[in-house]
């Protein structure tokens, strides 16, 4: 019986994940892969596939092997290696990624000493932008809630062994002392592989993020990220290239914005505080970067100015500062299943949530983000905001909790 299987590969452009028949073979694959790639102006030269992660005596797979004969199974990484080249036609700068656009130039200062000919030291250092370490972050810290964190790290420990990287979205407010405090942590669709993290498109679930944060007072504030195991061997490791320039693009126009790292040493879960610094945001926003050739540096288009001298690359650890990090607890439960996890939410889980508490006021136990993202499609945006009053009053409509129970089948 002829069935579909769903493949994950990497190529030197990112992740892309496609569903194949189990006759198909290899080098349709390639083709399928290289097709995709042509719309985005990006082609692989003279490609292979190799079981992901490609090592120095990989052996290419054989293109005339179908994914039956290979036994390939739903959710296999393979990895497209070949030359690459990203201007294989000709496409408008509005649908062109940042890496391939030219970096927006930087103007230095006017010098008051010398004209334009750039004839002194100050003037020759003055036309790069200058990179410096920083120790110390902008962001007073961070308060956490516990039981948030605690669900996030008991996914990453008992589901996935810390074996892959998980990424979250940090939700909370900013207190007028200017600690952060985070709430609830959002987990958007994702593929999950120990090299990196390819968030899937969840533009309808996003809108129903927002309208129940908004509803609470609350905003986006950060990522938190699962590190693998194997990655936290390294004492010094806090993110990779790929991984902050991922930030970035999930920061978006947020004002504030940190990092929790949540890994295990040593047989010890931990979680730690950090934050990207403004001069990285701003060479992101002029487009500098190029498409990360490794982990622990970020390749640029125009010079950079280093430690007194002109480098065309910048180590990872230059955009990073700590910042401290302690426990709260909140009024928000964490007790209904997270989203997007192997283990899917369900009206089963209202109804075993509601009976196991058959005092407790329905308000209180909607009181859990999770669980109202879960009900969010049964109400639509504005009823879901009207929902999420209600909630934060501790007294819920009669028809909203008639609704409720319904879906529960209580």
């Not at 700590?322 to 109804?351: D, G, H, I, M």
Request: aromatic share 10%; glycine share 4%; net charge negative.
């Amino acid at each position: 019986v002829m069935s579909d299987v769903v493949i994950r590969i990497r190529t030197p452009f990112g992740m892309t994940r496609s569903t194949f028949p189990n006759n198909s073979t290899l080098q349709e694959v390639i083709t399928k892969v290289q097709n995709e790639l042509l719309k985005k102006n990006q082609k692989v030269d003279n490609p292979a596939l190799y079981h992901a992660p490609k090592k120095s005596d990989s052996v290419a797979l054989p293109t005339n092997k179908t994914l039956k004969d290979l036994k390939f199974a739903n959710g296999e990484m393979l990895e497209l290696v070949g030359g690459f080249q990203s201007t294989v036609i000709e496409i408008p700068d509005s649908e062109k990624s940042i890496f391939d656009l030219p970096a927006i130039q930087y103007e230095p200062p006017a010098c008051s000493l010398h004209g334009p000919d750039h004839s002194c030291v100050r003037c020759m250092t003055a036309k790069y932008i200058r990179v410096d370490r920083k120790d110390k972050s902008d962001c007073v810290g961070i308060e956490a809630d516990k039981k948030a964190i605690a669900v996030f790290k008991y996914n990453m420990e008992k589901n996935l062994g810390y074996s892959v990287q998980r990424l979250g979205i940090l939700y909370g407010q900013k207190k007028e002392d200017g600690w952060l405090q985070i709430d609830f942590i959002y987990e958007p669709p994702q593929e999950n592989s120990d090299t990196d993290i390819l968030l899937l498109d969840n533009q309808n679930e996003q809108k129903f993020v927002d309208t129940i944060a908004n509803s609470f007072g609350l905003t986006k504030l950060g990522c938190i990220i699962g590190q693998t195991a194997a990655d936290c061997e390294d004492e010094e490791f806090i993110l990779t290239a790929q991984q902050i320039l991922q930030f970035a693009e999930v920061k978006g126009d947020a004002e504030d914005f940190v990092i929790l790292f949540s890994g295990i040493r040593d047989n010890i879960p931990f979680v730690e505080g950090y934050e990207l610094t403004d001069q990285f945001y701003d060479l992101y926003r002029r487009r500098y970067f190029l498409r990360p050739k490794d982990d622990f540096f970020l390749q640029v288009k125009e010079p950079l100015w280093i430690q007194a001298k002109e480098e065309m690359e910048a180590e990872v650890e230059f955009f990073i500062a700590p910042v401290p990090l302690k426990e709260y607890r909140n009024t928000l439960r964490c007790e209904f299943p997270v989203e997007n996890r192997q283990v899917k939410q369900s009206a089963e889980f209202v109804r075993t949530l509601i009976s196991h508490q058959p005092g407790a006021n329905l308000a209180d136990l909607l009181s859990d983000f999770h669980l109202l993202l879960f009900l969010a499609p049964f109400f639509g945006e504005a009823d879901l905001a009207a929902l999420c009053a209600e909630v934060r009053e501790g007294t819920l409509a009669e028809g909203h909790d008639l609704i409720i129970r319904n879906i529960a089948q209580i």
